[in-house]
T-cell receptor, first 116, second 113 residues
Framework: DTEVTQTPKHLVMGMTNKKSLKCEQH?????MYWYKQKAKKPPELMFV???????INESVPSRFSPECPNSSLLNLHLHALQPEDSALYLC???????????????FGPGTRLTVL | AQSVTQLDSQVPVFEEAPVELRCNYS??????LFWYVQYPNQGLQLLLK??????LVESINGFEAEFNKSQTSFHLRKPSVHISDTAEYFC???????????FGKGTLLTVNP
């Protein structure tokens, strides 16, 4: 099973709402990632979790709050977002932890977020 | 810091024609190179990667890429494309010294009948 699943597929929220994105993998991977992808742009790294601990935060605003409850799950909690945060949010996982730059990252299909 | 340049933002071709998608990188240390493909409304999938050894790497669906250290390039080629190859293709690089995967801006390959 080389699948990374993400829910929901689509999400529309207002600027005062609180919502969460969910990502799950059952490949035994110990590194998990959140990326943001704007239309017609490459993915931009947001966060990296290594062995369920946050190891990298790419200077992401605090209105995005990641959480890794266990080795298979990764959440992204959203609060007080802005319209410019509308994008495709991609989750990925890889076998080993940061520093293993040869690893293949496996991506989920993404959650398309619209902030009104 | 590493960087990736994909010179062509769009490449339209006819079905069964050959195609080359260009990728150049910049880095001061050893690098590992990847091509990912993104079909419409989907996530990214690894197409192929170069880590070491033979400079020519192949994918299961007929794509190949050649690592050229002197020209700092990793161009993707396919001798005969299909309609189903229509997608966005991203070249990416990681350095041996860190975890981060840096993507190019992507090339939209459109295969027309």
């Amino acid at each position: 099973d080389t699948e990374v699943t993400q829910t929901p597929k689509h999400l529309v929220m207002g600027m005062t709402n609180k919502k969460s994105l969910k990502c799950e993998q059952h490949m035994g991977h110990r590194a998990m990632y959140w990326y943001k992808q704007k239309a017609k742009k490459p993915p931009e790294l947001m966060f990296v979790y290594s062995y369920e601990k946050l190891s990298i935060n790419e200077s992401v605003p605090s209105r995005f709050s990641p959480e890794c409850p266990n080795s298979s799950l990764l959440n992204l909690h959203l609060h007080a977002l802005q319209p410019e945060d509308s994008a495709l949010y991609l989750c990925a996982s890889s076998q080993t932890t940061q520093g293993a730059s040869t690893d293949t990252q496996y991506f989920g299909p993404g959650t398309r977020l619209t902030v009104l | 810091a590493q960087s990736v340049t994909q010179l062509d933002s769009q490449v339209p071709v006819f079905e069964e024609a050959p195609v080359e998608l260009r990728c150049n990188y910049s880095s001061s240390v050893s690098v590992y190179l990847f091509w990912y493909v993104q079909y419409p409304n989907q996530g990214l999938q690894l197409l192929l990667k170069y880590l070491s050894g033979s400079t020519l790497v192949e994918s299961i669906n007929g794509f190949e890429a050649e690592f050229n250290k002197s020209q700092t390039s990793f161009h993707l080629r396919k001798p005969s494309v299909h309609i189903s190859d229509t997608a966005e293709y991203f070249c990416a690089v990681s350095e041996s010294s860190n975890y981060k995967l840096t993507f190019g801006k992507g090339t939209l390959l459109t295969v027309n009948p």
